[in-house]
């Protein structure tokens, strides 16, 4: 098993509200990315953060948001929610060192929007 | 952008046997290629990965190969075992090998993997 941690585990949110994600990422690792997982699909890249700053986005509005603090644990902020939100949000941590960077994945948020 | 097919969808195999998951991607600079296994309720564990200046990796029963002519990828898994049986993600990217430099993964649609006794 990997050092990411996630919470929740579980969320259930109503269509319009917003939502907050959380993962802490391994000791040492210094970048985090999120990744959304619909039901029988592949995760879908959302963004990642290095160092504090936000390092590459996927096809996402702007209302999916995030943070990474000092400490390289990351938040990720979803607003005005919508049903198609519901599924599996991954974060998965690494280090960037310009040589390797495998990504560790936590286990997972499930949202449910209704 | 990206985008990686990958196939069969669903894969049952006797236990022994070996497992074939072939992927193909699309934009030809993408030079960065892993695979990672999820179990039922757990989190995608990478169990191998591939760059692109190598044609082939092995690691005991699982061996990737690359073809970056035709822009495709497979996972071979030889003495298939029930505790392989689960989904299975090709993944692809442009990883810029510079501190920082970012690396995000396009994935595949994912292999149902049964071995079965």
């Known amino acids: ?114 | 952008g990206e985008n990686v097919e990958q196939h069969p969808s669903t894969l049952s195999v006797q236990e022994g046997d070996s497992a074939v998951i072939k992927c193909t991607y699309s934009d030809s600079a993408s030079n960065y290629f892993p695979w990672y296994k999820q179990e039922l309720g757990k989190r995608p564990q990478l169990i191998i990965d591939i760059r692109s200046n190598v044609g082939e990796k092995k690691d005991q029963r699982i061996a990737v190969t690359l073809n970056k002519t035709a822009k495709h990828f497979s996972l071979h898994i030889t003495e298939t075992q029930p505790e392989d049986s689960a989904v299975y993600f090709c993944a692809a990217s442009i990883r810029r090998w510079v501190t920082g430099g970012g690396n995000k993964l396009t994935f595949g649609t994912g292999t149902q993997l049964k071995v079965e006794l």
Request: charged share 15%; proline share 5%; net charge negative.
């Open chain 1, 1 to 114: 098993e990997t050092g990411v941690t996630q919470s929740p585990t579980h969320l259930i949110k109503t269509r319009g509200q917003q939502v907050t994600l959380r993962c802490s990422s391994q000791s040492g690792h210094n970048t985090v990315s999120w990744y959304q997982q619909a039901l029988g699909q592949g995760p879908q890249f959302i963004f990642q953060y290095y160092r504090e700053e936000e390092n590459g986005r996927g096809n996402f509005p702007p209302r999916f948001s995030g943070l990474q603090f000092p400490n390289y644990s990351s938040e990720l902020n979803v607003n005005a929610l919508e049903l198609d939100d519901s599924a599996l949000y991954l974060c998965a941590s690494s280090l960037e060192t310009g040589r390797t960077d495998t990504q560790y994945f936590g286990p997972g948020t499930r949202l449910t929007v209704l």
